[in-house]
């Protein structure tokens, strides 16, 4: 079965950049599926960040565009995620979840989130 | 962005009751709606995609239905096991979700 984890650290100051890595076990990274990344806000309101597929191309949020960016290590069969000049708004839950195809795109498998907490 | 509204907010029902939750779409998605629940402290589970099909491993009792811009998630027969939050997300374009349902029992 498919397993993703997200690491990283928990607070992160103003203008500064947000690195996380999501790491996967049960499935090569290169092998299907776009690898994305999700946040939840506090309040429930949930917003797709964006992907790099299997093939390595990358997908963005038009709202994050400017600011984010998704690689990966093949080797290490991990993906990343970094997001720049964050404000407190970014303070949120973040996921990492694989992004599959029918009918539409959909999540179907999800990390168990870490909390990211944007503060001076 | 297709914006994804989502109703109602919150319900509480009884064990057995059946529950609807409702999502309309800003323009039409094709049937490329799923939903999700989420319980305290996990991450949120998929149910159903492409509107109507079931994920495998979802109890029968869930069910998604929809066309066009209106979609809905149906629990027939509420069990313990199914308050959380709900949500839909389309993904047709840019994928979004909407705002949540958090369903309780009575």
Redesign the interface.
């Given at each position: 079965e498919i397993q993703l984890q997200e690491s990283g650290p928990g607070l992160v100051k103003p203008s500064q950049s947000l690195s996380l890595t999501c790491s996967v076990t049960g499935y090569t990274i290169t092998s299907g599926y776009d690898w994305s990344w999700i946040r939840k806000f506090p309040g429930?309101?949930?917003?797709?960040m964006g992907y790099i597929s299997y093939s390595g191309s990358t997908n963005y949020?038009?709202?994050l565009k400017s600011r984010i960016s998704i690689t990966r290590d093949t080797s290490k069969n991990q993906f990343f995620l970094q997001l720049n000049s964050v404000t407190t708004e970014d303070t949120a839950t973040y996921?990492c979840a694989s992004?599959?195809?029918?009918?539409?795109?959909?999540?179907?498998y999800?990390?168990?989130?870490v909390m990211v907490t944007v503060s001076s | 962005?297709i914006q994804m509204t989502q109703s109602p907010a919150s319900l509480s029902a009884s064990l057995g009751e059946t529950v609807s939750i409702e999502c309309l779409a800003s323009e039409g998605?094709?049937?490329?709606?799923?939903w999700?629940q989420q319980k305290p402290g996990?991450?949120?589970?998929?149910l159903i995609?492409?509107?109507s099909?079931l994920?495998d491993g979802v109890p029968s009792r869930f069910s998604g239905s929809g066309s066009g811009t209106q979609y809905s998630l149906k629990i027939s027969g509420m069990q313990p096991e199914d308050e959380g939050?709900y949500?839909c997300?389309?993904?047709?374009k840019?994928?979004?979700?909407g705002?949540?349902t958090k369903l309780e029992i009575k």
């Open positions: 429930n309101k949930m917003e797709w949020n038009p709202s996921y992004c599959d195809y029918y009918s539409g795109e959909y999540f179907d999800w990390g168990q989130g | 962005d998605i094709s049937n490329s709606l799923a999700y996990k991450s949120p589970q998929l995609y492409g509107a099909s994920q939050v949500y997300q389309q993904g047709y840019y994928l979004t979700f705002s949540g």
